[in-house]
């Protein structure tokens, strides 16, 4: 079995009777309890989702090829960004700008990725976020209610072994 940490965006479920979204990886739980593995989320600003998964590498390797989900190959909080490479640390940083992190802003608060912890990071991007909220005039799900506080961080690292 394997560990990886996600950034997974939220998905309309259009199906349900009233507006209902859920993290992209659950579309890959029966695949991950097929492996008698585990996930956990906790919900991050810019509808994305941090999600710790054990699977199996086959498992993990179908999921890193979804476009809504970014693949972090890092299995400990305390591990160096630096152990990715050039090319997975620069597809990390353009999700975390698209959620809404600007680059100066990351290393204003954990230094760059290069130096950083995967810890580090994934606490300062999960501190808080906003309530989501149904718009039935544009028939849209947006992130515009109250500021809450997210689950910590080691709690789903505990959770997910």
């Not at 909080?77 to 680059?103: D, E, H, V, W």
């Not at 028939?139 to 997910?160: K, M, N, R, S």
Request: contains cysteine; proline residues 4%.
């Amino acid at each position: 079995m394997a560990i990886a940490y996600l950034l997974a965006e939220y998905k309309r479920l259009t199906t349900a009777r009233r507006p209902t979204r859920y993290c992209a990886v659950d579309d890959y739980t029966e695949l991950i309890r097929a492996d008698d593995g585990d996930w956990r989320e906790v919900e991050i600003p810019g509808n994305y989702a941090i999600v710790k998964v054990r699977a199996s590498v086959s498992t993990l390797t179908i999921i890193a090829a979804d476009p809504a989900i970014t693949y972090i190959p890092l299995a400990a909080l305390t591990t160096k960004l630096s152990n990715l490479t050039t090319a997975q640390r620069n597809k990390l940083l353009t999700r975390l700008n698209n959620i809404g992190f600007t680059n100066a802003q990351i290393v204003a608060n954990i230094g760059t990725l290069a130096t950083a912890t995967l810890g580090q990071l994934l606490k300062y991007i999960a501190r808080n976020f906003n309530l989501s909220e149904y718009d039935a005039a544009t028939d849209t799900i947006t992130q515009t209610g109250p500021a809450v506080e997210c689950i910590p961080i080691d709690l789903i690292d505990a959770l997910v072994q």
